[in-house]
């Protein structure tokens, strides 16, 4: 089946640094990868999409000066949360659809990000 | 627009005895329809789908479901479940490819079922 690598699981980081996560369909290209946010004990929240080779398309009330996206590949995406603070302690998750398929997502396993 | 309701937030169940975790959707165009489960501090592993075609399908893990269009349901069953099911089940929904630009997943807030031995 198709696997969504996403690093790293975990970074602790102090208030005011940013932070890389990776994105990587291993086995399949991606046109489009998703961004999710999700608080304890909710649902995922959807930030943004993410196109290959165009700008990112960011749901209300998401900073895009905040949370920067870049598709630059068919197989990897990244999130960068910049100036990170306290309040941006979450889990994120990322998904990618196939170039062949528009319908299913695939899910990585997700990055805990907590900022001291 | 499409929304997913999940009534249940927690669902607690003995090994071995039956489940069914309920979905609602609403939708204006015609949909697809997804089970996913998650474990703890991990991504969404996808249970099942409904594309179309037979309204009875079946995922990974002895689960399945059954789309019922005019009661707007996706309920999520299994005849016997085991301690491993114990995880957080979300219901999604997404526009279908008739209706592009309506392809994004819309999450319920999840149920978590919880087995007791």
């Known amino acids: 089946g198709a696997v969504v690598s996403q690093h790293p699981s975990r970074v602790i980081c102090k208030s005011g640094t940013s932070v890389k996560i990776e994105c990587r369909s291993l086995?399949?290209?991606?046109?489009?990868m998703f961004w999710y946010r999700q608080f304890p004990k909710q649902s995922l929240m959807l930030m943004a999409t993410?196109?290959?080779?165009?700008?990112?398309?960011?749901e209300q009330g998401v900073e895009k000066d905040k949370f920067l996206i870049n598709h630059a590949s068919l197989t990897l995406s990244t999130l960068t949360v910049t100036s990170a603070h306290p309040e941006d302690s979450s889990f994120y998750i990322c998904?990618?659809?196939?170039?062949?398929?528009?319908?299913?997502?695939?899910f990585g396993a997700g990055t805990r990000l907590s900022v001291l | 627009a499409q929304s997913v309701t999940q009534l249940d937030s927690q669902v607690p169940v003995f090994e071995e005895a039956p489940v069914e975790l309920r979905c609602n959707y609403s939708s204006s165009v015609s949909v697809y329809l997804f089970w996913y489960v998650q474990y703890p501090n991990q991504g969404l592993q996808l249970l099942l789908k409904?594309?179309?075609?037979?309204?009875l399908v079946k995922g990974i893990n002895g689960f399945e479901a059954e789309f019922n269009k005019s009661q707007t349901s996706f309920h999520l069953r299994k005849p016997s479940v085991h301690i491993s099911d114990t995880a957080e089940y979300f219901c999604a929904v997404s526009g279908s490819i008739s209706n592009f630009g309506n392809e994004k997943l819309t999450f319920g807030t999840g149920t978590r079922l919880t087995i007791i031995p």
């Open positions: 998904s990618a659809r196939s170039t062949g398929g528009r319908v299913i997502q695939y």
């Open positions: 086995d399949f290209q991606a046109t489009t």
């Open positions: 409904y594309l179309s075609g037979s309204t």
């Open positions: 993410s196109n290959e080779g165009s700008k990112a398309t960011y």
